[in-house]
Structure formats: C-alpha cells, structure tokens
C-alpha cells in the first residue's frame, strides 16, 4: 500500500486555454440579440439545465485504489431527450463539459432531430489506462451518472477518448442494472450489439457531404480540391478516406505528435492501413513533417480542424490560406478569430453543421435500438446524405436572409427552434 503524498493539484498545473465555454456564451450572446430574445427566454436558454458532478474510485491493475472526476451535463430539454457524447480527457472539466452540451443542443436543432443537449467526461488520459482498467472505470463512471442516463431521457455517445467498445460497455452496465438489454441507453455500439451500420463514418462523412455540398451551391469546382485535415482520430480519418473517395487531394494530416505534408496528395487508404500498427502519422514516410501550426496556415482550399477546441484564435487567423474551413471538431475557432476570418473571406462551416453527421446517425441509431428494426447502409447514408444538404441549405438561406456569417446563421437558425419549442410548451407549473 502506498501512504497518501499531497502532491501539486493537476488543475493548478493544467496549461491555461481559452474557455470553450466563455466561447459558447459568447456565439450565444450574440445570436440571442439578432433573434431578439426576450430576457426570461435568454436565461432559461443560456443556463445548463441540471449538472452531476460525480468524484469515483478505481481499483488499478497494480492493486492501488485511484479516483477520478467525471461530469455528466444537460443543457436543455426543450426539444427532446438529451444526447451528446462522453469525453475522457485530462483537461476535460465542468465549463468545457457545460460549453460541449451547450453545442449539443443548437446541433441537434440546426439538423431539426428531436433531442436536446448533452455532454459527459471523465478527467482521464485513457492511454495511460490498460484494457480492464478502462472498463472499470466506464462501469463505475456509468453507475455515477445512472440517475441522469436513460434512453428516454438522456442517451451517451463517443467523444475524444471513447469508441464502440466503451458505449458497449455503457451498455452492458446499464443492462445489468436492468435485469435485461437496454440497447437504446447510449449510440455509437458496436455492430453485433445493436450498432447502426455507418454510425463509426458519420461524422466525417457528414463533413465532406456538408463542404460538397457548399462547394456546388457557391459554383465552386469541387474536383481534386486540396485539404488539410488536422486531427487523425474517428473524425480526422473517415474525412480524410471520404475526400479521398471524392477525389480530393489530402496534401497534410497531423496528430497530437505532428503533422506530415505532401502536396502530391496523401495515399489516405495506404496511411490508415499504417496507422494501425504505427503510433503517430508523423511516422508515415510519404510525407515531409510539418507542426499542427504550420498545419493550420497552409495553402489549401479547405481546411478542417477536427481536434480540439480553440486551435484557430487571434493569433493565427490571419495566417489562414484556406479558402474554406469546414469545422470536424465542437469549438475549434475563438469569436475573435471569426472576426478575422469573415474579414478576410474565408467562409467557415460551422462546427454545429459541419460535425452533425454524428448526432444524426445517433439518431438512426437510437431509432433502430427503439424498434430493434434495423437498416441498410445504403439508407443510413442516404438519409444522412439528405439531412446535411437540407441543413446546409436552412443555415445558407438563414444567413442570406440576415445577411449574416454562416456561423451566426446556424446559431439563428438553432436558437430560434429552441427558443420555438420552449414556447410552444409553455411554463410549468
Ligand atoms: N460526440 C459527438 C458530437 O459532438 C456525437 C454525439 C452523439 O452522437 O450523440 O456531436
């Protein structure tokens, strides 16, 4: 046993970032004034509606006992059952949980599905965890957050540091709480357990559909544009395997490592094969090394940060070359960056759009765990197909209408609907 040391706090240690949720209020703010909101309206929308916060032991493989913070969020409920990811990360904490949910909730309304808001995380670098620590600490964290989880009410997701095997274990858990399979309780499983075909691809199959999409409406050549992708997880990847697909030329990817750039195009199939044995893209031989920095102010025509929050700030928005940024991740762009951006014309997609193909394959998903009816690919990615044009298409008219940004129109477009709905339901009692 080792005897308790009292050791520097992480969050005294942790980097100072930009809050995502000083982010969050901010678009919100901004969005409320065009709308108009009355003051009541405003509060009740700009409030998280209820917030757990739960403190859990782990039992390690090395016998020690360790605790871990997790948080589960819902921002609103107006238009539905929550939905929203669960992050396990080492700086995730309750503000970038409040902003994420926040985020959930205009998404979930720009692509008109009929939930509300939600995120969860977990303080946690889950690399640093074995396979069975991982899964101990899902089941406990699940456990914590059962008086706000059900698939009614709130139903989990991935985020950054979850995948398929964690929802399954979500969903065991619950199920065992049961007394029987509740395959409804969290999206984003496993096929053989009740996952929906083209769930693991939504997202960045959504993405290249959404700047495919823009792309025809500005009368823009699509053919062989290139892009720069940073980020190579579920989001980062599948974007950069689907531009493959539609002829884009992927000249740079990076990681938390680095990044490689070639401006011949990367062989984005031959990478992904590599990757699985390999730990960072930056091994990739076909490619010089560049730095997420540089990443981000390459010449390209589209780029997409599909990281993590606050990559494109004050200080290198005017460094930006791409004609098109198409937001992969929730939050990657300051308000002051924005700024800088629409100065400059460059037309930015916004992550509440851009990144919805997730949620609304979560929503297929949900749907047929539901019925436990189940569908083909093919319709998953139709229907995705046709809910991000349409989507596309409400935020453009949105912003020509108003002769507003199109990150300002989604958040409209959103808010508005939220706001509708809590209209139309009244207050009770
Ligand atoms: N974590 C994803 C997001 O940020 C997906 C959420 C979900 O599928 O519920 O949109």
Known sequence: MTIYQPQSSAAASKP???????TALAQFDRAAQILGLESGLYEILRA????????????????????????????????????????????????????????????????NIPYGGAK????????????????????????????????????????????PQVMAWIMDTYSMHRGYSVPAIVTGKPLNIGGSAGRFEATGRGIMFTVREAYRTFGWSFDGIR???????????????????????????SDIGGGIYNPHGIDIPKLRRFMKEHRSVTEFPEGDRITNAELLTLQCDVLVPAATENQITADNAAQVRARMI???ANGPTTPEADEILLENNVVVIPDILCNAGGVV?????????????????????HRLERIM????????????????????????????????????????P
């Open 120 to 163: 969860g995380g977990v303080v946690v670098d889950p690399k640093q965890l074995s396979l069975r620590e991982l899964e101990a600490l899902t089941r406990r964290y699940t456990t914590e957050i059962t008086p706000l989880i059900s698939p009614e009410g709130d139903i989990p997701a991935p985020d950054m540091g979850t995948n």
């Open 389 to 428: 044009v349409r989507s596309f298409h409400d935020v453009y008219e949105t912003a020509l209408r108003m002769d507003i940004d199109l990150r300002t129109a989604a958040l409209v477009l959103g808010i508005g609907r939220v706001a509708e709905a809590t209209r139309t339901r009244g207050l009770y």
């Open 326 to 328: 198409a937001e992969g």
């Open 361 to 381: 394959v979560s929503y297929f998903e949900w749907v047929q765990s539901l019925q436990q009816l189940f569908w083909e690919e093919e319709d998953v990615m």
């Open 227 to 253: 892009i720069a992708i940073q980020g190579f997880g579920n989001v980062g990847s599948i974007t950069a395997q689907t531009a493959h697909e539609m002829g884009c030329k992927v000249i740079a990817v």
């Open 16 to 22: 100072q970032r930009d809050s995502a949720y000083k």
């Open 48 to 111: 998280p509606r209820r917030e757990l916060t739960v403190n859990f032991p782990v039992k390690m493989d090395n016998g020690e006992i360790r605790c871990f913070t997790g948080y589960r969020v819902h921002h609103n409920t107006a238009r539905g059952p929550t939905k929203g990811g669960i992050r396990y990360s080492p700086q995730v904490d309750l503000e970038e949980v409040r902003a994420l949910a926040m985020w959930m909730t205009w998404k979930c309304a720009v692509v």
